[in-house]
């Protein structure tokens, strides 16, 4: 009875604050218009603590992004950007992401210092005003920090985003209209003005890459890249444990983390400032070396050595990374602290915790198959038997992974395996389709 009467006080409560229930027929074009909105950020803060300032807002014309499922996530990310119309109080959009901030935050740096990140979020332009709500999560899945504030579309003080005029940009591959497909920019990075036709000739070879793997080769017409010679006063890529440092568009060089491989940019500002104007919503980065080296950020961008012997397969395992949300496969148990906890289901599709298994691969095992599974079980050829094999995600137990090898996992594997290629399939059509 007390349960009863508390439910009943407090029920018309509820209901005032009730939000109206979520449209699922939102229109596109009655919601916004064909313009960019895009906000930069100032994202601060130590292992511990996090704080997010407001940079500065822009508007472009044209938006290259998803036109359906604007209310739903395909993946859940690290950090999460609610777009709510401020009238009405309805969700109108929603974007997931990951930034180096948050993983500089699970660093030994971290615990030292406090540092600051730029971050650069592309939305469609609403027709009204809007809040906007960015939300970071830590390791445990669980919310730390929310930060809120109000666009006022017709703000005198937004700024207008305006081409560079001086950069030479071309198609490298064209599958469709720019509004139907999903575009994908390839920058150029320590490349000087005199070596835009080796860029060019590099930027052909990752887009020809991508596509000959699944499912990207079965979405040829999905897929746009166009390829912005963005010119470097200096040719090559920083190199700190070399004591070599250039002078580039981006600034970008390894080391990142102290880990020498570890090849980023933290000027993501300048990076979107370079392609304004241009239809893009997917970001890759090459980089004029033979440093081995790569990095891939959900959607962020993917960076990655050109020409090193294994530019290609690195090419396409970071794209894995931005575009696909997909998590490393291998394990080194050398990072200062976890990403994943045996309590917590991971959002990446491609590994497991057991935490929640229904939610990953379940459905693909063969009803007699061992989980978590042996590595006994197989032989080292037998790399297309799908199982729960321990050890992935930077950890050697505690995560699982689906094949014994895979695109995620080694340079040498010429194919996604099918859990990833499953994950890969359902991000392209979320992207594409209403019926996903």
């Known amino acids: 009875m007390r349960k009863l009467l508390l439910f009943l006080l407090i029920f018309p409560i509820l209901a005032l604050n009730a939000q109206p229930p979520l449209d699922k027929t939102l229109s596109f074009s009655e919601t916004f ?229 570890y090849l980023t940019t933290l000027k993501l500002k300048a990076l979107h400032n370079a392609l304004a104007g241009l239809p893009y919503e997917h970001i890759l980065i090459l980089a004029n070396t033979s440093n081995y080296g790569g990095g891939g950020i959900y959607n962020s961008y993917t960076l990655s050595a050109a020409h090193n012997e294994h530019f290609l397969p690195v090419t396409v395992h970071e794209f894995g990374h931005s575009f696909g949300g997909l998590a490393d496969e291998y394990f080194y148990d050398d990072q200062y602290s976890n990403y994943y906890h045996p309590e917590v289901e991971p959002w990446e599709q491609n590994i497991t915790t057991l935490a929640n298994f229904s939610l990953k691969w379940k459905d693909m095992l063969p009803k007699k198959r061992a989980v978590p599974t042996p590595l006994s079980d197989t032989k080292d050829s037998d790399t297309q038997k799908i199982g729960v094999y321990e050890g992935g995600g930077y950890m050697s137990k505690g995560v699982y992974r689906a094949f014994r090898n895979c695109r995620m996992r080694t340079n040498e594997v010429p194919t996604f395996c099918a859990v990833c290629e499953r994950s890969l399939s359902r991000l392209i059509n979320f992207h594409l389709s209403a019926q996903h």
């Open 33 to 261: 218009q064909d313009s960019t909105l895009r906000i930069d950020y100032i994202f601060t803060g130590t292992h511990n603590s996090q704080e997010i300032s407001l940079d500065e807002i822009h508007i472009g014309n044209g938006w290259a992004g998803r036109r359906v499922n604007l209310q739903e996530l395909p993946l859940a990310g690290n950090g999460q950007i609610i777009m709510k119309d401020s009238e009405s109080g309805n969700t109108i959009y929603k974007h997931s992401f990951s930034t180096l901030f948050q993983e500089w935050q699970t660093s030994e740096e971290a615990t030292k210092v406090r540092k600051s990140f730029e971050n650069v979020f592309q939305l469609p332009l609403p027709r009204h005003d809007v809040d906007i709500q960015v939300i970071l999560f830590d390791t445990y899945r669980k919310e730390i920090y929310r930060f809120e504030h109000h666009v006022n579309i017709n703000d005198i003080l937004i700024r207008p985003l305006t081409t560079l005029s001086s950069t030479s940009y071309k198609y490298v591959h064209q599958g469709g209209d720019p509004q139907r497909s999903i575009d994908v920019a390839i920058v150029a990075e320590g490349y000087t003005v005199n070596e835009q036709s080796l860029f060019f000739a590099d930027a052909q070879r990752a887009a020809d890459e991508i596509l000959k793997y699944k499912p990207f080769s079965d979405h040829k017409n999905d897929f746009n890249f166009i390829a912005v010679a963005l010119p470097s006063a200096e040719s090559g890529i920083s190199i700190p444990h070399r004591h070599e440092w250039k002078q580039t568009a981006l600034s970008s060089h390894f080391d990142t983390f102290y880990s020498k491989r």
